[in-house]
């Protein structure tokens, strides 16, 4: 069994889905959790139900694309508890479904502000801590997205394998001063996003791929992913950095 006892934890877009999953599983493996989120009463909610179970926690709202609010929320995550040992940058938006050739900016900057330039912001603040620390890991999410492309979702397919590049750049950056940088490869996953998907007609494009695509023939479990998540963040991976690890039922094969 894997244990953070006595580290502390920092995830974004910790209010739903795999953020808070991932929180969940944070806590109960011992860790002091920071949720951080742009919903401030969502993420409040949040950490109350893990405080509730007698869980250390913290709540900070974030807009991860918003350079100041990064940088705050890391330094109110140490001046809480006292350092950084491991974070997730999970915090995500879809974009407008549209073809390339109509695809709008406002769109384009939107998505790109928080799935790319946010996960750039975090680890930037994040890393701060780390090095002077001299340990430390980071956990980006990217997605199956991040590996290959997409109909109609271009933006969010570019900004995830923007992800593994800044992952990849960091790890080599960071491989001989105790940091390890890694990420996640979501396939389909049940959570809000996913029940988006389906209130905006794309239900049967979802259906379509479970039963087409996914090898294992299911959506996966946000506490599925937060495994992966935390494997990644533990001494178990101590030899493992800059790698994309792909927790999708098999579907990257296809
Ligand atoms: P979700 O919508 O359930 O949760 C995302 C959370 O991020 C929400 O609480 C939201 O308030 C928060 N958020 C949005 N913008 C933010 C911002 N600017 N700053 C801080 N927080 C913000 O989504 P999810 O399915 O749990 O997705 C989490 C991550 O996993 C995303 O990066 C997503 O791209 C990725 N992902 C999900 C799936 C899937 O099938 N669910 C598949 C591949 C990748």
Redesign the pocket.
């Known amino acids: 069994n894997i244990s953070f006892e006595g580290k502390v934890a920092l995830v ?10 991932t929180a969940k599983a944070f806590a109960e493996s011992g860790a002091a959790v920071v949720l ?4 401030e009463k ?2 409040q909610a ?1 950490a109350k139900e893990l405080a509730d179970k007698g869980f250390k926690t913290l709540a900070i709202r ?5 350079d100041d ?1 990064v940088e705050a929320m890391v330094k109110q995550t140490v001046k809480t508890f006292g350092r950084l040992d491991a974070a997730y940058n ?5 974009n407008v479904l549209a073809e390339t050739a109509d695809s709008p900016r406002d769109d384009y900057d939107r998505v790109m ?3 790319l330039r ?1 996960v750039w912001s975090c680890m930037k603040f994040e890393l701060q801590v780390m090095r002077e620390q001299g340990s430390g890991a980071i956990v980006n ?6 590996l290959v492309g997409g109909n109609q979702r271009g933006t ?1 397919h570019a900004a ?1 394998h923007g992800v593994i590049g800044f992952t990849k750049s960091a790890a080599l950056e960071y491989a001989t001063r105790g940091i390890r940088v890694n990420d ?14 389906e209130a905006g007609g794309q239900g049967e494009a979802l259906k379509m791929m479970r039963e087409m695509f996914v090898p294992m023939q299911r ?2 479990r ?1 506490e599925e ?1 937060a495994n992966a998540v935390l494997f990644l963040c533990s001494d178990a991976a101590s030899y493992i950095t800059g790698q994309s690890i792909s927790v ?1 039922g098999g579907y990257v094969m296809r």
């Open positions: 974004t877009g910790a209010a739903s889905g795999l953020g808070f999953a951080a989120d742009v919903d969502a993420v949040a974030c807009d991860v694309s918003k609010e999970n915090a995500g938006i879809q502000s928080v799935n946010g999410c990217s997605s199956l997205g991040g969010y995830k996640v490869c979501p396939g389909l996953i049940r959570t809000a996003m996913a029940d988006q998907m959506e996966g946000p992913i999708d």
